[in-house]
């Protein structure tokens, strides 16, 4: 093998590139013009169309049914939890302890015997009310404005995060319930 010889492809390339681009190009006008177009042909493009058009909205609806379905699976689902909680919730009612511990803290019985200790303003103190300052052991005559501190209890009342229940407030009874006392 001598390395004298030349490649035709390089001397073709080197000689110009105009064959090699005539070369690669395929004329759509030659490969269109030797298709032909026969009456089976015009059927078989119709039996297409009419296919795409007949199988698009078909397609259409399954994907949408298969939307719907996954959604409502996971809407089982989730009822489905909510079923098992509510049911571990009635078997935890069958227990008697269960039932004794949930009568003490929600309602405050007792045993015979028992005593409870309740812890009074427990609350955080940002969800207390502002306090007033320390009480003075003189007595001082002020001025205030009687309309102005109408409409500023008003207010605050209404701004009011937590409610302060006075003990007067805590004796008396509820409309239409009983008293052990005869009202005047």
Same mark, same amino acid.
């Given at each position: ?8 492809v390089?001397?073709? #390339?080197? &000689? ?14 030659d490969?269109?013009? !030797? ?10 493009? !119709?039996?297409?169309?009419?296919? +795409? ?10 994907? /949408?049914?298969?939307? &719907? ?5 996971? $809407? ?5 939890? /909510? ?7 009635? @078997?935890?009612?069958? @227990? *008697? =302890? %269960? ?7 929600r ?7 028992? +005593?409870v %200790?309740l812890?009074?303003?427990?609350? @955080? /103190?940002?969800?207390?009310p502002?306090?007033?300052?320390? +009480? ?8 205030? =404005?009687?309309? #102005?501190? $109408?409409? &500023?209890?008003? #207010? /605050?009342? !209404?701004?009011?995060?937590? +409610?302060?229940?006075?003990?007067? *407030? *805590? =004796? ?7 008293? @052990?006392?005869?009202?005047?």
């Open positions: 093998m001598s390395t004298s010889r030349t490649d035709p390089r001397t073709m #390339t080197a &000689r110009g590139s105009k064959t090699t681009n005539r070369a690669k190009r395929v004329d759509v006008r490969w269109l013009g !030797g298709i032909r177009f026969s009456g089976f042909m015009a059927i078989m493009l !119709g039996l297409v169309v009419l296919a +795409v058009f007949v199988l698009v909205p078909s397609i259409g609806t399954y994907l /949408e049914q298969r939307q &719907r379905i996954a959604s409502l699976q996971e $809407a089982v689902a989730v009822s489905q939890k /909510e079923v098992d909680r509510l049911e571990a919730e009635r @078997d935890r009612w069958t @227990d *008697a =302890n %269960y039932i004794a511990s949930q009568a003490r803290e309602l405050y019985y007792v045993k015979p015997g028992e +005593v %200790y812890v009074d303003n427990d609350l @955080d /103190e940002s969800l207390l502002l306090g007033r300052g320390p +009480v003075s052991d003189k007595v001082e005559k002020t001025s205030v =404005n009687w309309m #102005t501190k $109408a409409l &500023r209890s008003v #207010t /605050e009342s !209404g701004l009011a995060q937590s +409610v302060a229940v006075t003990d007067e *407030a *805590a =004796n008396t009874p509820e409309p239409g319930e009983q008293t @052990d006392s005869p009202t005047p």
